[in-house]
Nanobody
Framework: QVQLVESGGGLVQPGGSLRLSCAAS????????MAWYRQAPGKEREVVAV???????NYADSVKGRFTISRDNAKNTAYLQMNSLKPEDTALYYC????????????????WGQGTQVTVSS
């Protein structure tokens, strides 16, 4: 029903930048909160940043001041601008969205993308 496709990951040196994108498609009525999570090897998945449909944002303490989440509601797309990257930011980054579809209205469901790898290394 809903597909989330992430892109923009890759290998970057410490101090560098990357911009992740998450495009949602399907029979979408509305997308409420969108978020980015990450999971490093041997660690649990953790929330990185969240943005509501109204544009309110929250960030994990570890990324505040370095990462910026944004969204384009017309394109059903969320972005994560990552600056001043550190080796500890290395992880598989997942997009998450709480979506109401034409068949689930008015109930929202949680959807995940397949993940995009971010590696910060010299």
């Amino acid at each position: 029903q809903v597909q989330l496709v992430e892109s923009g990951g890759g290998l970057v040196q410490p101090g560098g930048s990357l911009r992740l994108s998450c495009a949602a498609s399907g029979s979408i009525v509305s997308i409420n909160a969108m978020a980015w999570y990450r999971q490093a090897p041997g660690k649990e998945r953790e929330v990185v940043a969240v943005i509501t449909i109204g544009g309110n944002t929250n960030y994990a303490d570890s990324v505040k001041g370095r990462f910026t989440i944004s969204r384009d509601n017309a394109k059903n797309t969320a972005y994560l601008q990552m600056n001043s990257l550190k080796p500890e930011d290395t992880a598989l980054y997942y997009c998450n969205a709480r979506v109401i579809t034409t068949t689930t209205w008015p109930t929202e469901y949680n959807y995940w993308g397949q993940g995009t790898q971010v590696t910060v290394s010299s």
